[in-house]
Nanobody
């Protein structure tokens, strides 16, 4: 299984970016997909996730500014980031909890990350 992120880059404060993540490989079901971020010198934190039934969770710091969504192809997840602030600068990682294999194990996977830099 692979998770591949795209869409990071440099943006000015107040700007917008859209991150995409595609899950590929052999799995039976996507239970949860989401985004974490890690700023320089800090630990990794949950930004937002979406559960298979469609419910979502957001970090307080991004509520009202970021929106997580699934694509028409269920292996895709997006993070629309608006009103970006310098403190949003971080490496953003896609994360997925998947059901895999003949014995229906739940496994957790990470992408390699995409850098988002918010700076004038």
């Amino acid at each position: 299984v692979q998770l591949v992120e795209s869409g990071g880059g440099l943006v000015q404060p107040g700007g917008s970016l859209r991150l995409s993540c595609a899950a590929s490989g052999s799995f039976l079901r996507i239970n949860t997909m989401g985004w974490y971020r890690q700023a320089p010198g800090k630990g990794r934190e949950l930004v937002a996730n979406i559960i298979s039934g469609g419910s979502t969770n957001y970090a307080d710091s991004v509520k009202g500014r970021f929106t997580i969504s699934r694509g028409n192809a269920e292996n895709m997840v997006y993070l629309q980031m608006n009103s970006l602030k310098p403190e949003d600068t971080a490496v953003y990682y896609c994360n997925a909890d998947l059901t895999v294999g003949p014995f229906l194990h739940e496994m957790n996977y990470w992408g390699k990350g995409t850098l988002v830099t918010v700076s004038p």
